[in-house]
């Protein structure tokens, strides 16, 4: 009598292998259609950056066109445009940097050091943003006219540092508390500094912190429109005002409004990009946390 091959429990066995299977696959569809559903606009938007000016707002909406670059191309013939890019990436970047030097020294401070009031001047630093910006603009705006900063890159810069200074300041005062201080001890036990052992030692650990705030900074600095809109008139715009400036009274300019956003996107695509390379090497670094 032939004796069977097939081990007791293999069928068990199979069919917890094919449920793991059906919600591994599950799990793949959902987030593939998540996906979709996050990336069309920008889909969209590129779609229509690349249409020509009468075919861009066509409804139905024409799926399949003949792709132009002739927007960007006008874009680029554009002093103004190409002027107020260029605001936008100095100001920008150089807000990123002036904000960290402030940001990441002051919340080192506040989590290492027994600061007198210390939950009082983290509120007060926090206070900064609770504010809707449409409520202190006006006395920016004095207070640029009194100062000679009005319309000038330098106010700007400041104008988003203090956007941005917050938020830093607390992130990174929450990454510091995370990093034994026993890392420093050892440190100024080989013979370090103070000022050593937080350049060698803490800034190495804190480094998903810092792009991660950088990368939130830069973002946020680079959509803001309100303040460039009352705070500029010509020599310091941002790229924000002038991709409003294509919504008209009467019309949009809908393919040119495409260009320019999309042109507006590309250095935040950049900058994530270039970033991501240290922040996954900082996240491999590893950070201990405090128990």
Not at 169 to 189: H, N, S, Y
Not at 274 to 281: E, G, H, Q
């Amino acid at each position: 009598m032939a004796t069977s091959d097939v081990e007791p429990g293999s069928s068990q066995r199979l069919d917890k292998d094919t449920q793991e299977t059906l919600v591994t696959v599950a799990r793949h569809a959902v987030l593939l259609g998540w996906s979709v559903v996050v990336l069309f606009p920008l889909y969209w938007l590129a779609s229509m950056s690349l249409k020509p000016p009468g075919q861009a707002n066509s409804l139905p909406p024409d799926w399949v066109f003949l792709p132009t670059v002739y927007n960007y191309i006008q874009l680029a013939q554009n002093g103004e445009f190409v002027a107020a890019f260029a605001n936008s990436v100095v100001m920008v970047g150089a807000s990123v940097v002036l904000v960290l030097l402030i940001g990441v020294p002051a919340a080192y401070v506040l989590s290492r050091y027994d600061i007198p009031m210390e939950r009082d001047v983290l509120v007060w630093i926090l206070s900064s943003r609770m504010l809707p910006p449409i409520a202190v603009v006006i006395p920016f705006f004095v207070i640029f006219q009194q100062l000679n900063l009005f319309d000038t890159r330098i106010g700007m810069v400041l104008m988003y540092v203090s956007i941005n200074l917050s938020l830093v300041v607390w992130v990174m005062k929450a990454f510091f508390d995370g990093i034994p201080e026993t890392l420093e001890e050892a440190a100024r036990v080989d013979g370090a500094t103070q000022f050593q052992g937080f350049m060698k030692v803490v800034l190495p650990a804190a480094k998903p912190g810092i792009f991660s705030v950088a990368i939130i900074s830069f973002i946020f600095a680079w959509i803001e429109l309100l303040f460039g809109l009352v705070l500029t008139s010509f020599n310091a715009v941002p790229v924000t005002l002038f991709v409003y400036s294509f919504i008209g009274s009467r019309s949009i300019e809908w393919s040119m409004l495409a260009a320019a956003s999309t042109a507006m996107i590309v250095p935040v695509v950049v900058f994530l990009i270039a970033v991501n390379k240290y922040l996954a090497a900082g996240l491999s670094f590893g950070v201990v946390i405090k128990e």
